[in-house]
């Protein structure tokens, strides 16, 4: 049993372990509340460039409430798509963002579509992802996503290997089936809630 010498050692380190958390714990707060504020301006910033790259003759994104798209998702779509906006330009809607996330190789693969009101992809742009580097990872080179620029937005588009895409198709990655999968899955998607938003 320690002596009373001992017992007061104790008692000190104690509480000078406790104020070093209460001073560090007050410090993170301090930290966190400064930065905060910065973080969620940058992040806006961020997903904003992202939905141009997808739609770029939008001037502005307005989200559309949940309550009006997320009755219309059926089956798979209901895992798939994350959030819709408008796409303006003066007041005038020109079509819609639809931002999704599609299961691939890795996890989730985040994306934005771009629709025109008169039913042509403005592009797609891969946001994040976990995907194989040198194989899946490639789903993100704008080459590669440009090809589904101008698609029609009509019916859900196919994927096909070894060959050149048509007007509905879309030429899968080599060596990466499940990416190209995932991101079709991800476009037909929002491809078939846009025909219900309509």
């Given at each position: ?79 798939i798509v994350e959030s819709v906006d408008t796409a303006e330009d003066g007041?005038?809607?020109l079509g819609f963002v639809i931002k999704t996330a599609p299961q691939g ?94």
């Amino acid at each position: 049993m320690p002596k009373n010498g001992g017992i007061k050692e104790i008692i000190v380190t104690g509480l000078i372990l406790l104020l070093i958390a209460g001073v560090a714990g007050v410090s993170l707060g301090f930290v966190n509340a400064v930065t905060k504020g910065p973080i969620e301006e940058q992040n806006k910033i961020a997903e904003n460039d992202a939905k141009l790259a997808a739609f770029p003759q939008a001037e502005q994104f307005k989200p559309v409430d949940p309550a009006e798209w997320q009755p219309l998702l059926e089956g798979d779509e209901k895992n798939i798509v994350e959030s819709v906006d408008t796409a303006e330009d003066g007041g005038n809607v020109l079509g819609f963002v639809i931002k999704t996330a599609p299961q691939g190789y890795g996890g989730p693969v985040e994306m934005i579509v771009g629709i025109t009101k008169e039913g042509k992809l403005t592009g797609i742009n891969i946001v994040d992802h976990s995907e194989t580097p040198g194989l899946g990872a490639k789903a993100a080179d704008p080459k590669w996503q440009g090809q589904f620029k101008d698609k029609p937005a009509e019916s859900p588009l196919s994927l096909v290997k070894n060959k050149k895409a048509g007007s509905g198709e879309v030429e899968a990655l080599t060596g990466a089936t499940v990416t190209s999968n995932a991101v079709t899955k991800g476009v037909n998607a929002a491809i078939d809630l846009f025909g219900k938003l309509k």
